[in-house]
Structures are given as C-alpha cells and as structure tokens.
C-alpha cells in the first residue's frame, strides 16, 4: 500500500499518517521500493525549464560570451 501511495504521489507524512505511525520516516522506510521515474519527471521538466531560463538569462548578461575567469584563457594549447 505504501509503495503504491508513494508512485502515486503521496508524500511520507501521508502515507505516514494513513498508517498511523508517529514518524513520517516509516512512510518513507515502507514506500522505499516505490519506482518514482513518474513523479520525479515533473520535477525534472521545472527543472529544465529553469535551467532554460538561467541559460538565457546568462547570454543576456553575457552578450560578448566573455570568459568569467579571464586568467584561464584555453590551456590546452601545451
């Protein structure tokens, strides 16, 4: 049942709670098996969708595309 409530979103406080245990650790240790690569993709489209808008946000900032170190110009010249 844990595992279940967890792919299917429910945090461990939830599942904790529905449980009846005190600590939302044992929703945790109960759901650990659950296979997650549903809920995390969410969280890894407003993740991208930030780094998007960081990227852009840095070229703005950046037009010339200057190094932020210009010391360590290219070494790999040797």
Do not use: C
Not at 13 to 22: G, H, V
Not at 26 to 39: C, D, P, T
């Amino acid at each position: 049942m844990a595992t279940w409530l967890r792919e299917a979103g429910q945090d461990e406080r939830e599942i904790s709670d529905l449980l009846a245990q005190d600590s939302k650790v044992m929703g945790l240790h109960y759901s650990k098996n659950a296979a997650l690569a549903r809920k995390n993709r969410k969280t890894m489209l407003v993740w991208e969708g930030e780094y998007e808008r960081r990227a852009q946000q840095a070229k703005v900032t950046n037009p010339q595309n200057k190094l932020s170190n210009p010391g360590e110009e290219n070494q790999s010249d040797d």
